[in-house]
């Protein structure tokens, strides 16, 4: 088949760290698609979620449409829902006339800008397929990026108590998946972790960790695990939320990109990859 795009498609920022954050993911990713392209024939690296993606999985590629298998390696476009330019109706305009495309989303959750924002601009594409990959969380994998922020910051999970900060949403479901990216960290962690919101969602982070600190001031830390994809405003929020600690989001400026986010991009494309071929 024809190798889809890989839009990579962020919320935006206008937060400069933000959008350098940013931008060298989807440089990170350019280069893993490049060395899949170069790597064919190698066991698949794919992670399905579910029965059901690992059964889409096993009917693309006997249909060869793992990233590893395709003839070229797909290009990798940046865009976003919002803030920044361009935005997703451009990067699917820039695209080669007819060409299909994968937009996964640089986001944690599948909220507002997956449902409303991105599917309306996909009905607006009548020129070509475009079809729109989960978003990058829930997924053990992050739990790991982020065990590892707060091994950066000087957390000592069992001493400290880790409150998980996440942006929020109206969407229930991305609430939900919030919440289970926290078990998930939990698990990770081996000690409970609570879950607060930056906006839209309940309980809200500064609450969260009043609640976490309880009446003695001179109690154990509590260190705030920033599930945020890079720097910017809601990161500014996380540290003005009363912890003793916040940690740097997945995407922090001063270390190398997370291979486990670009492992995850990888298989959110493969995997709308998988579905566009068993279309046809």
């Given at each position: 088949m024809t190798?889809?795009v890989?839009?990579?498609?962020s919320?935006g920022?206008s937060?400069a760290?933000?959008?350098?954050?940013v931008?060298?993911?989807a440089d990170?990713i350019?280069?893993d698609?490049?060395?899949c392209r170069s790597?064919?024939g190698?066991?698949?690296?794919?992670?399905a979620?579910?029965?059901?993606d690992?059964?889409t999985?096993?009917s693309?590629?006997?249909r060869?449409?793992?990233?590893q298998d395709?003839?070229?390696?797909?290009e990798?476009v940046l865009?976003?829902?919002?803030?920044q330019?361009?935005?997703v109706p451009?990067?699917?305009?820039?695209?080669e006339?007819?060409?299909?495309?994968?937009?996964?989303?640089?986001l944690?959750?599948?909220?507002?800008?997956v449902?409303?924002?991105l599917?309306?601009?996909?009905?607006?594409?009548s020129d070509?397929?475009?079809?729109?990959?989960?978003?990058?969380?829930?997924d053990?994998?992050?739990?790991?990026?982020?065990?590892r922020r707060?091994?950066d910051?000087g957390?000592r999970?069992g001493?400290?108590?880790?409150?998980m900060?996440?942006?929020?949403?109206?969407?229930?479901g991305?609430?939900d998946d919030?919440r289970?990216?926290?078990?998930l960290?939990?698990?990770?962690l081996?000690?409970?972790v609570?879950?607060?919101?930056?906006?839209a969602a309940?309980?809200?982070?500064?609450?969260a960790?009043?609640?976490t600190?309880?009446d003695?001031g001179?109690?154990?830390r509590?260190?705030?695990?920033?599930y945020?994809?890079a720097?910017g405003f809601f990161?500014?929020?996380?540290?003005a939320?009363g912890?003793?600690?916040v940690?740097e989001?997945l995407?922090?400026?001063?270390?190398e990109?997370?291979d486990?986010l670009?492992a995850?991009v990888?298989?959110r494309y493969?995997?709308?990859c998988?579905r566009l071929s068993?279309?046809r």
């Amino acid at each position: 088949m024809t190798t889809p795009v890989l839009a990579a498609i962020s919320h935006g920022t206008s937060s400069a760290a933000g959008q350098t954050a940013v931008a060298a993911l989807a440089d990170a990713i350019r280069e893993d698609a490049a060395a899949c392209r170069s790597d064919r024939g190698a066991p698949s690296r794919i992670s399905a979620r579910s029965a059901e993606d690992a059964a889409t999985l096993r009917s693309g590629e006997a249909r060869g449409c793992r990233t590893q298998d395709v003839d070229d390696a797909p290009e990798v476009v940046l865009g976003h829902v919002d803030v920044q330019q361009p935005d997703v109706p451009a990067v699917l305009s820039a695209c080669e006339p007819g060409a299909p495309v994968v937009i996964v989303p640089l986001l944690l959750s599948a909220g507002y800008h997956v449902h409303v924002d991105l599917r309306e601009a996909v009905a607006a594409a009548s020129d070509r397929t475009v079809t729109i990959a989960s978003a990058l969380g829930p997924d053990p994998r992050l739990a790991d990026v982020l065990a590892r922020r707060l091994l950066d910051a000087g957390a000592r999970p069992g001493r400290d108590h880790i409150v998980m900060a996440a942006a929020g949403s109206s969407d229930a479901g991305a609430v939900d998946d919030c919440r289970a990216m926290g078990r998930l960290l939990a698990e990770r962690l081996g000690v409970p972790v609570t879950v607060g919101f930056l906006s839209a969602a309940e309980p809200k982070l500064a609450d969260a960790v009043a609640t976490t600190r309880g009446d003695r001031g001179d109690g154990p830390r509590v260190v705030v695990a920033s599930y945020l994809l890079a720097p910017g405003f809601f990161h500014d929020l996380a540290r003005a939320a009363g912890a003793d600690v916040v940690t740097e989001p997945l995407l922090d400026p001063q270390r190398e990109i997370p291979d486990e986010l670009v492992a995850i991009v990888r298989d959110r494309y493969d995997l709308a990859c998988a579905r566009l071929s068993t279309r046809r």
